[in-house]
């Protein structure tokens, strides 16, 4: 059975890479497909939406790098909403350079994302030894990777060929590599699973003005068959009750996956 019409629960055994295998379990248990984006610039508002979304998500994406008063506490203190929410930790760094420097960007410098990111992101650009480099620190941590196969953007040049060569590039480092930043299922077979997670995800705009494009979640989930919808600002975006778009977006996530599983 293709792992479309399969549960998140049954796929956890397709994975040996910890992280897959928390992730897919986590949205089993706790029924939420959605990731929150949290881009917002200063520690209170971070640890605040942080807070009060975390009932409803599976996954925390940060750009920790666009924090101005970015500090080590801020770090205990969402590893801490992480334990107490039940969610994990996606670092959207979209590393991009050769293997030895994305090592070191990964490990070192200030924020040291291998540390406290359960998933961070790559582009296939410079070749496989970007997935090796990074592979070389965060393997042996538990940590997985997705590449970015496609981006939600208008004017993308990660189409045709290009997404070809993630798809390869991932699987021959199916024990690092989880998944794809896409939107849509990359690859239908019954025999190799990959998990997709989707940026561009709304339910009121359909465009930001700066080449972001939004789909719908039954759009992303039920038609083209990706895992996780990624969503920002359509959860704290102005005037809005941060808990009750979180629980909005899941809902229609999860109902996008229940639709799925039955047809
Ligand atoms: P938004 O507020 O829902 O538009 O935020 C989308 C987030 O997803 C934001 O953090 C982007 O950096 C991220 N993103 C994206 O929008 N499109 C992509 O292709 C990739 C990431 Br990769």
């Not at 359960?118 to 496989?128: E, K, R, S, Y």
């Not at 690092?176 to 025999?191: H, S």
């Not at 995800?201 to 939004?214: E, F, H, T």
Request: proline fraction near 2%.
């Amino acid at each position: 059975m293709s792992s479309i019409s399969k549960k998140y629960g049954e796929r956890v055994e397709n994975f040996s890479n910890k992280a897959a295998r928390e992730l897919l379990s986590l949205i089993e248990r706790k029924k939420t497909n959605l990731s929150l984006a949290l881009d917002v610039t200063t520690k209170r508002e971070f640890l605040e939406i942080a807070d009060k979304v975390g009932p409803y998500i599976c996954l925390l994406k940060t750009h920790i790098d666009i924090l101005v008063d970015f500090d080590q506490d801020l770090i205990d203190q969402l590893k801490e909403l992480r334990a107490k929410h039940d969610f994990l930790i996606f670092e959207d760094r979209k590393f991009a350079d050769i293997g030895n420097t994305v090592k070191y960007q990964y490990s070192k410098g200030i924020y040291k994302i291998v540390e406290w990111a359960d998933i961070t992101n790559a582009h296939p650009l410079p070749g496989d030894g970007i997935v090796s480099g990074l592979k070389e620190v965060g393997l042996s941590l538990g940590r997985g990777l997705l590449l970015l196969a496609e981006m939600s953007s208008k004017g993308s040049l990660a189409t045709g060929a290009y997404t070809e060569a993630a798809i390869e590039m991932a699987r021959r480092h199916k024990d690092f590599v989880i998944g794809f930043i896409a939107g849509r299922k990359l690859i239908c077979n019954d025999d190799e699973d990959f998990i997709v997670m989707s940026p561009g995800v709304g339910l009121d705009a359909s465009k930001d003005g700066l080449g972001q494009q939004y789909k719908t979640p039954r759009s992303v989930i039920f038609e083209n068959g990706s895992d996780i919808i990624i969503v920002g600002r359509g959860i704290y975006g102005k005037d809005k009750d941060v808990a009750t778009e979180a629980q909005r977006y899941r809902d229609a996530g999860w109902n996008a996956y229940l639709e799925r599983l039955t047809n």
